[in-house]
């Protein structure tokens, strides 16, 4: 694994490279196995960027166990079997169909649970400030950066956590 850590007195951002669809998902289980309620995880990157994957992995941390799906055609979905609920959102069709106050995810990212929302940066006005951004990013068929980035207290000690378990 292949890390660098770059710190700003605004935010903190650390990049690793999977490579792996396997690495992925460990990162993702790594990261729900410390999620708390009310985390936020802000997901960007294109499709086929590996974004589903990286949130199947965050549920296995959560010791969710139904199968989780993409949410593309849903908007949402909520897994109530594991240790928090997760609210898997996707936000591509949110933006188009919706506006995100019509939608409820004021509802999710207030609710009792952890919100994970793929194309985040779509209703990037309507989080909150303190969320733990993923950037992914297609590197080669077997290949994804993941730019971790925190913007504040919660989501930097996630990062630092993160950091820690993995060795970068
Ligand atoms: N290192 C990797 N990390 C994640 N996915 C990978 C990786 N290498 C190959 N893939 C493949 O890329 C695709 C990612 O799909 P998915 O997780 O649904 O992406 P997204 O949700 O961003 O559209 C899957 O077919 C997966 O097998
Ligand atoms: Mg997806």
């Not at 990286?54 to 109530?80: C, K, M, W």
Request: net charge negative; proline share 2%; aromatic share 8%.
């Amino acid at each position: 694994m292949r890390a660098q850590t770059q710190a700003t007195t605004a935010h903190a951002s650390i990049e690793i490279l999977c490579t792996d669809v396997a690495m992925t998902r460990a990162l993702g289980k790594q990261l729900g196995a410390r999620l708390a309620r009310g985390d936020v995880i802000a997901l960007q990157g294109d499709l086929g960027a590996g974004k589903t994957n990286f949130t199947q992995g965050l549920a296995q941390g959560l010791d969710i166990h139904d199968d989780v799906a993409s949410p593309t055609f849903i908007l949402a979905n909520e897994y109530r079997d594991g240790r928090l609920p997760l609210y898997h959102i996707d936000a591509y069709r949110l933006a188009e169909t919706a506006h995100a106050d019509d939608f409820g995810l004021d509802d999710y990212l207030n609710g009792d649970g952890v919100t994970v929302l793929e194309w985040a940066e779509r209703v990037r006005a309507a989080l909150p400030r303190d969320v733990l951004w993923i950037a992914f990013e297609y590197r080669g068929e077997n290949e994804r950066a993941l730019t971790f980035t925190a913007h504040g207290a919660r989501s930097r000690a996630l990062l630092d956590a993160l950091q820690n378990a993995v060795g970068a």
